[in-house]
């Protein structure tokens, strides 16, 4: 079985600073990786995804993330962060292997504040 | 296009009654899922559909919980005698092929309130 764990519940950043969001998993097979985010009352929108080649994925809303198979990480980070980002993130794997449900993490609230 | 739309968007309901919740998934996408997300467990798998193979049931927490999908479009989730532990948003996903590659695309959940 995999899980994922996010350190961090909740993550408060000034305006234009950047952040880190930090997601690490388990899994003794090959996985795929995601990070969604969800605005208040709304579902999960997919920010990005690494499925193999380049470890560094770039995603919408300038977010990008770095798959590090050595620490079992895929850390979300943003160099210039707006009012806008205020949401919850959520780290998901998907086993390679078959089967199709996402694991996600206990996610992380990102506050940015003025 | 439209998206993943889920109906009703809150459901308030007594103890032992039965609900049903609705999800509508993007159109043409053969794969559909129903997750589960509360204050208690986080965001939790259900149920998947993938075309006409047997569904995936292996998150369904008790009996009183079961799935359908008619006509592999619509999918209807039930819950028998809900309890208050039932309580949460219940969210659905439909992917356009059910690839371990493709994207899940959510729709904005249900709101269950079990009194």
């Known amino acids: 079985a995999q899980s994922v764990t996010q350190l961090d519940s909740q993550v408060p950043v000034f305006e234009e600073a950047p952040v880190e969001l930090r997601c690490n998993y388990s899994?003794?097979?090959?996985?795929?990786l995601f990070w969604y985010v969800q605005y208040p009352n709304q579902g999960l929108q997919l920010l990005l995804k690494?499925?193999?080649?380049?470890?560094l994925v770039k995603g919408i809303n300038g977010f990008e993330a770095e798959f590090n198979k050595s620490q079992t990480s895929f850390h979300l980070r943003k160099p210039s962060v707006h009012i806008s980002d205020t949401a919850e993130y959520f780290c998901?794997?998907?086993?390679?292997?078959?089967?199709?449900?996402?694991?996600f993490g206990t996610g992380t609230q990102l506050k940015v504040e003025l | 296009g439209a998206g993943v739309s889920q109906s009703p968007s809150n459901k308030v309901t007594e103890k032992g009654k039965d609900v049903e919740l609705r999800c509508d998934p993007i159109?043409?996408?053969?794969?559909l899922y129903w997750y589960r997300q509360s204050l208690g467990q986080g965001l939790e798998f259900l149920i998947y559909?993938?075309?006409?193979?047997?569904?995936?049931k292996s998150g369904l927490p008790s009996d009183r919980f079961s799935a359908e999908r008619t006509g592999g479009s619509v999918s209807t989730l039930t819950i028998q005698r809900t309890q208050q532990e039932d309580s949460a948003v219940y969210l659905c996903?439909?992917?356009?092929?059910?690839?371990?590659?493709?994207?899940?695309?959510f729709g904005p959940g249900t709101r269950l309130t079990v009194l």
């Open positions: 996903a439909s992917s356009k092929e059910g690839r371990g590659t493709d994207t899940q695309y």
């Open positions: 899994s003794s097979v090959s996985v795929y």
């Open positions: 690494y499925l193999s080649g380049s470890t």
């Open positions: 998901a794997v998907k086993t390679t292997g078959g089967g199709n449900k996402l694991t």
């Open positions: 159109s043409g996408h053969t794969a």
């Open positions: 559909f993938q075309g006409n193979s047997a569904p995936d």
